[in-house]
């Protein structure tokens, strides 16, 4: 795993990149010769680089894509190939999950470059926010594959784009293009093609300068298990939360900032 200093940094002998600056980190998946076909190297080394980002203080946002022309084809076919003993060996653990980053403190942006198939589709859907190019596609993949719904998918897609639509893309296979990806809720925006790690970093840099790092995390642990529990048990929490950041040290410095007419300094997640 290469750790450079500047986001436009890579060393191709690595499968997963990973650049940094102006409080983001940037995790690449970086085996373009193959469309970053995903390996159990891979997986383990990218669950690892975002952990590592979530744990330093000077991340404030982390940004995942794809080196060359795609995001991420799926599973490595050379493993596929190597029959039932091989693949359960790839099998990420289930730390290591696509999903991961719903568990984490701090924002991830996906920049989708290009395609995402299979379980490219559960990296890609893997983030809090996904900004893709013009030319994306995704597709699940599975149901053409005889596979079933993976890493966690038949629980995510219905929340995320609804039951008829989820079952659409699960049961048929089929691809799906940007605009109807944002149609359905799958991506938040789309871009221009070669524009979507730039438009992925403006979002995240914004976060990075002028959002609360306690913030950020307090809302996606609220959102993320609001998806399992019902209104009142979220108002309690959410009424908790708000008590507790009337104290914090984050609202006093943004009405000082403000008052000032200066940028709000916040304070780093804690290790």
């Given at each position: 795993?290469?750790?450079?200093?500047?986001?436009?940094?890579?060393?191709?002998?690595?499968?997963?990149?990973?650049?940094?600056?102006?409080?983001?980190r940037?995790?690449?998946?970086?085996?373009?010769?193959?469309?970053?076909?995903?390996?159990?190297?891979?997986?383990?080394?990218?669950?690892?680089?975002?952990?590592?980002?979530?744990?330093?203080?000077?991340?404030?946002?982390?940004?995942?894509?794809?080196?060359?022309?795609?995001f991420?084809a799926?599973?490595?076919?050379?493993?596929?190939?190597?029959?039932?003993?091989?693949?359960?060996?790839?099998?990420?653990?289930?730390?290591?999950?696509?999903?991961?980053?719903?568990?984490?403190?701090?924002?991830?942006?996906?920049?989708?470059?290009?395609?995402?198939i299979?379980?490219?589709?559960?990296?890609?859907?893997?983030?809090?926010?996904?900004?893709?190019?013009?030319?994306?596609?995704?597709?699940t993949l599975?149901?053409?594959?005889?596979?079933?719904?993976?890493?966690?998918?038949?629980?995510?897609?219905p929340?995320?784009?609804?039951l008829q639509?989820?079952?659409?893309?699960l049961?048929?296979?089929?691809?799906?293009?940007?605009?109807?990806?944002a149609s359905?809720?799958l991506?938040?925006?789309?871009?221009?093609?070669?524009?979507?790690?730039?438009?992925?970093?403006?979002?995240?840099?914004d976060?990075?300068?002028?959002?609360?790092?306690?913030?950020?995390?307090?809302?996606?642990?609220?959102?993320?298990?609001?998806?399992?529990?019902?209104?009142?048990?979220?108002?309690?929490?959410?009424?908790?939360?708000?008590?507790?950041?009337?104290?914090?040290?984050?609202?006093?410095?943004?009405?000082?900032?403000?008052?000032?007419?200066?940028?709000?300094?916040?304070?780093?997640?804690?290790?």
């Open positions: 795993m290469a750790n450079t200093g500047s986001p436009g940094d890579t060393e191709a002998d690595d499968e997963i990149v990973v650049t940094a600056g102006d409080g983001v940037v995790v690449t998946l970086n085996r373009p010769a193959v469309r970053n076909a995903m390996t159990a190297t891979m997986a383990r080394t990218y669950a690892a680089a975002l952990r590592a980002a979530d744990d330093d203080p000077a991340v404030r946002a982390i940004v995942v894509t794809g080196a060359g022309t795609s991420c799926g599973a490595d076919l050379a493993v596929l190939r190597e029959g039932a003993t091989a693949i359960r060996e790839f099998l990420p653990a289930r730390a290591d999950y696509p999903l991961l980053a719903y568990r984490l403190r701090k924002p991830v942006i996906a920049a989708l470059n290009g395609p995402a299979g379980i490219g589709v559960a990296y890609a859907l893997g983030s809090d926010i996904r900004i893709a190019a013009e030319s994306v596609t995704l597709a599975f149901s053409r594959m005889g596979l079933v719904a993976e890493y966690g998918l038949s629980w995510q897609l929340r995320l784009v609804g639509a989820a079952l659409d893309l049961l048929s296979g089929r691809s799906v293009g940007a605009t109807e990806a359905l809720g991506v938040h925006r789309v871009v221009p093609d070669g524009t979507t790690l730039d438009a992925a970093l403006d979002y995240a840099k976060l990075a300068a002028h959002c609360s790092p306690a913030s950020l995390a307090a809302m996606k642990a609220q959102v993320y298990a609001d998806l399992g529990r019902g209104f009142d048990e979220s108002l309690t929490d959410t009424i908790a939360r708000m008590d507790a950041s009337f104290d914090g040290p984050d609202l006093a410095e943004a009405l000082a900032a403000r008052a000032s007419k200066r940028p709000a300094v916040f304070r780093p997640l804690p290790t």
